[in-house]
């Protein structure tokens, strides 16, 4: 009789169909080499698996739990010692609070901002599809502020709406379009609008690169036979482009309105404050004054509230667009 680790030995050199013939010389059974041969190999593949299982247990699981605990808690500082549980008073001082109310309609206008930069993406990388000449530079150019640091793009549109300085200011008033200098970035009413051109022009890039990849896959032939029917222009993008690339603007949206949802870095550079009436306070930088206030204090609870509330919001939103997306996405070829 074989040892069993020459029995393993056997299992790597022996072929499947060889298995039954070579077992019965050896005085082995082959059903029992073959049930030792499937659970190593089951328990190797449970191995593998739970890899990244283990890692969102130890890196997102426990950490959202303990998130949890801490929304219901009062803390002095950031010491956790000091924990005193307070219910729903956190979030009841959330919802209270007009300046999350504030926070949330000015991230709402960044969903709108995203919204926009959509359907210029959709656009733009129609009319490159029909680009013959070229097509690699536009794409290159268009995917430059995406692929750029965005404090970096961010530091560069303050500098050019500086009330001073600013590059805007001075060719406006070069070509004669305002006498005295316009303070941009600190007016509630124009700081949006600011913030609304930065958003669009640093989101089209990485949606026209996906959309124009969606573009070249579209079956041609549909072109040719609403050709023969004489279909316009508007026609055939209406009933074959935004059919067949419908799943990547879905994609697309759904990526951009949670990204929308957390917008902080762009706003945060901005108007470190806020910006003038809080124009620029979305709710992850009302999170993060809450976190590290002015004053050199924290309310952790509060911010943790704050988290999940923004959680909620963004599960809620994405199964909404999933659910309406039964009625526009087509997945057929």
Aim: proline content about 3%; hydrophobic content about 50%; overall charge neutral.
């Amino acid at each position: 009789m074989l040892q069993e680790n020459e029995l393993n030995k056997l299992l790597e050199i022996v072929p499947e169909e060889g298995l039954g013939q070579t077992a019965a010389a050896v005085g082995a059974p082959p059903q029992r080499l073959k049930k030792r041969r499937t659970n190593r190999e089951e328990l190797l593949g449970w191995t593998f698996s739970c890899i990244p299982i283990l890692g969102f247990a130890i890196f997102g699981m426990i950490p959202l739990i303990f998130s949890l605990i801490i929304s219901f808690n009062q803390y002095t500082g950031l010491r956790m010692d000091t924990a005193v549980g307070v219910g729903f008073e956190n979030f009841a001082t959330v919802f209270g609070d007009h300046l999350f109310w504030k926070s949330v309609l000015n991230t709402l206008e960044v969903i709108v901002a995203t919204l926009i930069a959509l359907v210029i993406s959709v656009v733009i990388s129609t009319l490159m599809n029909n680009v013959k000449h070229c097509k690699k530079l536009y794409q290159t150019v268009f995917f430059i502020p995406y692929v750029c640091s965005m404090v970096a793009i961010t530091f560069m549109w303050q500098w050019i709406f500086n009330y001073n300085y600013g590059i805007l200011n001075s060719i406006l008033r070069m070509i004669g379009a305002i006498e005295e200098n316009v303070n941009w970035l600190g007016s509630e009413d124009t700081f949006m609008s600011c913030m609304f051109v930065i958003l669009i022009w640093g989101g089209t890039g990485f949606n026209i690169i996906l959309l124009s990849a969606a573009l070249t896959n579209v079956n041609k032939t549909y072109y040719e036979a609403a050709d023969i029917d004489g279909a316009g222009v508007f026609i055939k993008f209406f009933k074959i482009t935004l059919p067949a690339i419908s799943p990547t603007i879905f994609y697309l949206l759904i990526t951009g309105l949670i990204g929308a949802l957390q917008e902080f870095t762009r706003f945060q550079v901005m108007a470190s404050d806020g910006g003038p009436n809080y124009a620029g306070l979305t709710i992850v930088f009302y999170l993060y004054r809450q976190l590290f206030n002015a004053q050199g204090g924290s309310n952790i609870g509060v911010a943790t509230a704050v988290g999940w509330i923004l959680a909620v919001f963004i599960a809620l939103i994405t199964a909404l667009n999933f659910w309406i997306s039964k009625k526009w996405v087509s997945y057929d070829e």
